[in-house]
């Protein structure tokens, strides 16, 4: 009976002593869990999905981030191509626009704190999209949370994550617009029409059509129009 | 394939192809207003429905692919006639189906689809009007709908829609007058996509109308077309069904409205049809069936085992005698009036 309560009181003191260490030492040097923000910045990952920009020269005006985007924000406008503009009143920051692009016209920047005084400045046009809005930044620390075997913390650097991104490429797998079935071909020429890259030449003499892989982007226009479902997009090595 | 060649066929005149369809088909009414050329246009120009096959602005808008031209039965017309070659003929009743006759399309498309055969099947639906609508039949259930089974005496615009459902399906099947049915056979010789259609059922004819003239002509007799609950030609009367009774003309008096490129058509059986169907030949109640093609003499025999059917024997002398009358009171090169 008396070893026992003997055991139990050491026990006890060595709690109290844990729990005063602890608060000690929160006291001096606290753990958190929060960033201190604008202060501090979380590094994000490059794929951040955040303010787009747009590349004029890449664009094709093929149409696609238009006729993808489900949140309809996407407005093109002609200026020496039709370029596209985003409204960031309607845009939910899905990305399928970037995603959809054939030529990486359009990419993300890590920027998503940036704020518009009125709901008409928040269309943007592709000219206002050439750059990435700039950004008085305070904060001179970035934090990162760590995770391994000993838990997880926070990390603080002193340093600036760069948030205008160079373009985040995916190993690419390019396609081409192939014809997988000339016999049903009408010969209606539509495709040469609407390739925006004159990647599909016609032969008037020998009536023949052709499709030059070296200039086909993959934008998959023809395909879509084809009248009789001829023409497909398959992977070029 | 990267490169492809498309085979032009010849030009009669210097003009766009639609223009050499327009001098060598639609100017000449010998058009039998099949739609091919509608449903083959690439920019959706050639216009059909209820009016003469058109293309407004074609001068601007045509390509020029001379898809038309190849697809149209009626381009270097040799009318095509007789009974034509057949494996079996007999006379059917469904016993699941309705429709004009023995329901016999209604019943080999029913059967075509659940043997797993065709995919779906292209009709012809009416409204309260009689107005012509294809449907897409996919479940034999869509064809206990009295609307979609039976005859009407109007132009469909039948092979738009076989177009469409050889983009998504891979085994079609529709039903026919002789004229589509030879336009779906060059369509096949032309653009191998239509090979898709695996069962083309001709329906026996001798005239189609356009839907407004023959609403005209039968408000004329008294008959509201939303009264009439059925239609038919029988022993060269035609014959209106309503609730409250039956008005009988001859079809002589319609002779003013049979669109002229009905009058140089011969083929009265569809001869080019994997099966034709028709009303000669059999008692009333029941259709004629003429098994032209192995599919559809494979889909004869699931009817039969399956016992979906009542055969007896159909009269090959009163469908000789139909065929010979057609290729007679249609002449090809049409006789000059007056
Ligand atoms: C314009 C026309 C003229 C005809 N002339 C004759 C004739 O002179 N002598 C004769 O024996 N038979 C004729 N027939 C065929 C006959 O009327 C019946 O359609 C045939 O006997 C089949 O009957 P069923 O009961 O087996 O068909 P059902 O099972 O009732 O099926 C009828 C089928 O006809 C299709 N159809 C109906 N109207 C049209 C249309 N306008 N265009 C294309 N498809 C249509 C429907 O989609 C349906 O598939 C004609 C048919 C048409 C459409």
Redesign the interface.
Same mark, same amino acid.
């Given at each position: 009976m008396k070893v026992e309560f003997k055991a139990r009181r050491l026990d006890l003191l060595r709690m109290h002593l844990d729990v005063i260490r602890e608060a000690f030492k929160q006291a001096v040097a606290p753990d958190r869990v929060t960033v201190e923000y604008p202060r501090e910045r979380k590094k994000y990952p490059a794929n951040f999905r955040g303010i787009i920009v747009f590349d004029k020269d890449k664009c094709i005006s093929c149409f696609r981030c238009a006729h993808i985007c489900p949140a309809n924000a996407i407005q093109m406008t002609f200026y020496e191509k039709a370029w596209p503009g985003i409204d960031y009143t309607k845009c939910i920051f899905c990305h399928f626009c970037v995603d959809s692009c054939p030529t990486g016209a359009l990419r993300s920047t890590k920027i998503h704190d940036i704020a518009f005084a009125t709901m008409g400045e928040m269309k943007l046009n592709a000219v206002q999209m050439l750059k990435a809005p700039e950004l008085t930044r305070e904060d001179s620390f970035t934090v990162e949370y760590v995770v391994d075997s000993q838990g997880w913390r926070l990390e603080k650097k002193a340093e600036i994550d760069e948030l205008a991104l160079e373009q985040f490429i995916i190993p690419e797998k390019r396609r081409v617009s +192939? =014809? +997988?079935? @000339?016999?049903? =071909? !009408?010969? =209606?020429? !539509?495709c040469v029409e609407l390739c925006p890259n004159d990647a599909i030449s016609v032969d008037r003499k020998? &009536?023949?059509? &052709?499709? !030059? @892989?070296e200039k086909c982007t993959g934008c998959g226009i023809c395909v879509r129009n084809c009248?009789?479902? +001829?023409l497909e997009l398959k992977e070029v090595k | 394939m990267q490169e492809w060649q498309i085979v032009l066929p010849e030009k009669k005149h210097k003009k766009k192809f639609f223009g050499n369809l327009l001098e060598e088909v639609i100017k000449p009414a010998i058009c039998s207003h099949c739609t091919a050329c509608a449903a083959i246009c690439p920019v959706k120009g050639i216009t059909a429905g209820d009016r003469p096959i058109d293309f407004p602005n074609w001068l601007k808008d045509c390509v020029d692919c001379g898809a038309c031209v190849k697809v149209c039965p009626r381009w270097d017309y040799r009318p095509l006639g007789g009974v034509g070659s057949y494996i079996e003929m007999f006379s059917a009743r469904s016993k699941r189906f309705l429709g004009q006759d023995g329901a016999m399309v209604t019943e080999f498309t029913a059967t075509a689809l659940e043997e797993g055969i065709v995919e779906r099947a292209i009709f012809v639906a009416r409204d309260e009007e009689w107005r012509t609508r294809t449907v897409s039949i996919i479940d034999p259930e869509q064809l206990k709908n009295r609307k979609i089974t039976g005859t009407k005496y109007s132009f469909a615009d039948v092979l738009p829609a076989v177009k469409e459902a050889v983009l998504d399906s891979k085994a079609v099947a529709f039903v026919g007058t002789p004229c589509m049915i030879s336009a779906l056979r060059k369509m096949q010789r032309s653009f191998r996509k239509f090979e898709r259609v695996k069962l083309a059922i001709g329906l026996f004819c001798t005239e189609n109308f356009y839907h407004s003239q023959l609403s005209e002509f039968l408000a004329k007799k008294g008959v509201a077309m939303k009264d009439v609950l059925k239609t038919d030609i029988k022993k060269g009367k035609f014959i209106v069904k309503k609730a409250d009774g039956e008005i009988t003309f001859p079809v002589k008096e319609l002779d003013g409205i049979i669109p002229p490129g009905c009058k140089v058509c011969q083929d009265f059986s569809a001869v080019e049809a994997d099966v034709s169907v028709g009303s000669v030949g059999s008692e009333a109640g029941f259709s004629t069936v003429l098994v032209r093609s192995d599919i559809a003499k494979r889909i004869a025999d699931a009817i039969r085992a399956r016992g979906y059917a009542e055969f007896r024997d159909a009269s090959l002398e009163a469908v000789k005698k139909l065929c010979d009358y057609k290729v007679k009171i249609h002449p090809y090169p049409p006789k000059k009036e007056g």
């Open positions: +192939v =014809c +997988v079935d @000339p016999e049903s =071909c !009408l010969g =209606c020429r !539509l020998a &009536n023949k059509l &052709n499709i !030059l @892989p009248p009789m479902k +001829v | -």
